[in-house]
């Protein structure tokens, strides 16, 4: 016992008890004393935590700031009431929550004490898995609006209405959370009596092996299958749209008002497909290496790559949409609580 560890060195040390403190100390720390099963306390520098609480919050700040204008654009400007903007809302949504719990994860991952018991542990978890796991969901409804706005673009009024849209990602949502409460309570998240393999004290993710293959296949290997198999038929579509519009322009016909919106919804798949592209990319890394052991540095580096994804899309945004760059330009200089601010074509040129 530990109890026992410290009477020995007291021992040891000829009864000098303040020495035998410190000696103790220097050797080991613990983060319950009391309690025999406590974790190990990590030493490090003052100096190299400082810089990473910094980088954290810098990058929680970001994200929440980025994302709030997408938010408060979306729901202000009504012009923005589309199907397609009501699934980035949500997107948005859901990238500024993970950017407030940025800090949270921060503390988790770097010290090794987690000292705010097993029920906020397992509720944390939890969120953060929802979050995770709504932004995959987000891209699949992004891919499958795009699909039919690009493939069929006379049957999309009647398939794809806000109404709908709105219905789909609350049952989205709905189901994400029923699934991912079940892992944690399947993995006695909220009991640490379950969690045999882990000392007291921590607060980490102990799956099973069975809702690892259940988790991978239902949380990366399908619906990312989907997507990239919607969007290669997406670019294929409008790598045929292209080529007959630039022929009617070379040929000197007129372009029909159809052509140009089928070239801006094709415009605007493949802005989405450089959100879906970036997503990936963060992702994959982070799922393929958590089957296989490596250092946990490196892993804490994947998890803060899956993190920061959620700061890069308003960059798309601001990058690809011209709307995006009108809208924040209103917000930041507050004319949006001007009247009828509201209905102000954000689409017209200045």
Not at 305 to 333: D, E
Request: hydrophobic share 45%.
């Amino acid at each position: 016992m530990k109890g026992q560890k410290g009477e020995k060195n007291k021992l040891l040390t000829g009864g000098d008890s303040l020495m035998a403190y410190e000696t103790e100390d220097q050797e080991t720390q613990y983060c319950f004393p009391d309690i025999n099963s406590s974790c190990v306390k990590r030493r490090s520098s003052s100096h190299g935590y400082n810089i990473i609480y910094v980088f954290v919050s810098l990058l929680s700040a970001w994200t929440v700031f980025l994302n709030l204008l997408v938010i408060i654009s979306i729901s202000h400007f009504k012009k923005l009431h589309t199907p397609t903007n009501m699934i980035i809302l949500s997107l948005a949504v859901t990238d500024l929550l993970i950017g407030l719990v940025m800090p949270v994860e921060a503390i988790r991952l770097i010290e090794t004490c987690w000292y705010f018991g097993d029920t906020f542990c397992g509720l944390y978890l939890l969120f953060v898995s929802i979050l995770l796991s709504a932004s995959l969901g987000n891209l699949v409804l992004l891919a499958v609006d795009r699909y039919v706005a690009v493939c069929h673009p006379l049957q999309y009024p009647q398939k794809i209405t806000t109404t709908k849209t709105l219905m789909s990602i609350c049952l989205s949502w709905l189901c994400l959370s029923a699934y991912n409460t079940a892992i944690v309570i399947n993995n006695g998240y909220f009991d640490s009596s379950r969690r045999t393999d882990v000392c007291y004290g921590r607060c980490l993710i102990m799956v099973s092996f069975s809702w690892i293959v259940t988790d991978l296949c239902m949380s990366c290997i399908f619906p990312c299958t989907l997507i990239i198999m919607l969007y290669l038929r997406i670019f294929f579509v409008v790598h045929q749209q292209v080529k007959v519009i630039n022929s009617l322009i070379t040929g000197g016909k007129c372009v029909t008002e159809g052509s140009v919106q089928r070239k801006s919804e094709s415009k605007a798949a493949l802005t989405l497909g450089i959100i879906v592209s970036v997503y990936l990319l963060c992702y994959i890394p982070y799922y393929i290496c958590s089957l296989t052991e490596i250092p946990s540095t490196a892993m804490n580096v994947l998890i803060w790559a899956v993190h920061s994804n959620s700061g890069l899309n308003p960059l798309v945004y601001a990058l690809f949409y011209r709307w995006f760059k009108k809208t924040a330009k209103l917000i930041l200089t507050l004319e949006i609580f001007q009247p009828a601010s509201s209905w102000i074509n954000i689409f017209t040129e200045n």
